[in-house]
């Protein structure tokens, strides 16, 4: 079993739709869980990170982690087509290891 | 948000011939940097881990005398890819490892196409 798993998709939305990226991961352990956002050719760009259990939000983006299912979510309001990326989610175990899905790749259509 | 770049975003090389990138944290200190390969539509796939003033740490099947990896202070890391091939043509990106939000800054990636 991986560490993290995530849909690849696509996931394929129209613009203005509320949008819900989800990834599990094995280890109850894992403290810390990010979610980055991935431009065609482009490096990772960091989206949002958390440290606990609950909602996190920062504009349009809402990070919600629980714990006790070892689940973890990215929700878009209002997604735009600028949104269409790929979208990993990754998780931090000790010092230096950190585990990363596959990446889901949206497409918000105009 | 912390920056982190990485020189040169594409290269096209000769078989056989070495190529250095490097990749350099602008706003922050890294201790610790990531180096990663990507094939097209496929996921991150970790290389190896540098630590500065220290060997790196390389994941299992990556060669280590054919991706040489130094991290000579606490704002640069480099890779080179020595004698390369074709089947070395990939997107190597790297990340850098801010202590203060424990998370990873990756830089933009470097095309490296070898002929």
């Known amino acids: 079993q991986k560490e993290v798993e995530q849909d690849p998709g696509p996931l394929s939305v129209p613009e203005g739709a509320i949008v819900s990226l989800n990834c599990t991961y094995s280890?109850?352990?894992?403290?810390?869980f990010m979610w980055y956002r991935q431009y065609s050719r482009k490096g990772p760009e960091l989206l949002m990170y958390?440290?606990?259990?609950g909602n996190k939000e920062d504009g349009r983006f809402t990070a919600q982690v629980d714990k006790s299912s070892k689940y973890i979510s990215l929700f878009i309001r209002d997604s735009q087509p600028s949104d269409s990326a790929t979208y990993l989610c990754?998780?931090?175990?000790?010092?230096?290891?950190?585990?990363f899905g596959s990446g889901t790749k949206l497409n918000v259509k105009p | 948000g912390a920056v982190v770049s990485q020189h040169p975003s594409w290269v096209i090389c000769k078989s056989g011939t070495s190529v250095k990138i490097e990749c350099r944290s602008l706003d922050f200190q890294a201790t610790t940097m990531f180096w990663y390969r990507q094939f097209p539509k496929q996921s991150l796939m970790l290389m190896a881990t540098s630590n500065e003033g220290s060997k790196a740490t390389y994941e299992q099947g990556v060669e280590k005398d054919k991706f040489l990896i130094n991290h000579a202070s606490l704002t640069l890391s480099t890779l080179t890819v020595t004698s390369a091939h074709p089947e070395d043509s990939s997107f190597y990106i790297c990340s850098a490892r801010d202590i203060s939000t424990d998370t990873q800054y990756f830089g933009p990636g470097t095309r490296l196409t070898v002929l």
């Open positions: 990754a998780t931090k175990y000790n010092f230096n290891k950190f585990y």
């Open positions: 280890n109850s352990a894992f403290q810390y």
């Open positions: 958390t440290y606990s259990s």
